[in-house]
């Protein structure tokens, strides 16, 4: 079943946070992950809003992204998202239509 990760993310040290950025894709095409959006300045329709950045990202099923949550090469580029950002992230479930 497809899920998805939505991430809230407020950067605090650029430097730090570019370096994750820039090393993520590649982490993230090796267990088939989508980065489908990262916005820099979401438009807020209702609530507060206190994160500088929404990324929702795409994976088939949840083993691809916990396989892709728990790779040595993930972990190893999360130093510097952790070092350089704080934030929230969620996992979301698709939602089975009925025909």
């Not at 407020?10 to 430097?15: A, E, F, K, S, Y």
């Not at 989508?34 to 990324?55: F, H, M, S, Y």
Request: proline content about 3%.
């Amino acid at each position: 079943m497809t899920v998805y990760a939505l991430a809230q993310i407020r950067i605090t040290d650029p430097i730090r946070y570019n370096r994750y950025r820039d090393a993520f894709l590649p982490t993230l095409r090796a267990f088939n992950g989508r980065l489908l959006v990262a916005d820099t300045n979401p438009k807020v329709i209702e609530g507060e809003w206190c994160a500088q950045k929404a990324i929702l990202i795409e994976f088939e099923t949840e083993e691809l992204f916990q396989g892709w949550m728990q790779s040595a090469e993930y972990q190893q580029i999360s130093i510097d998202r952790r070092a350089g950002s704080t934030g929230t992230v969620i996992l979301l479930h698709r939602a089975a239509m009925d025909s």
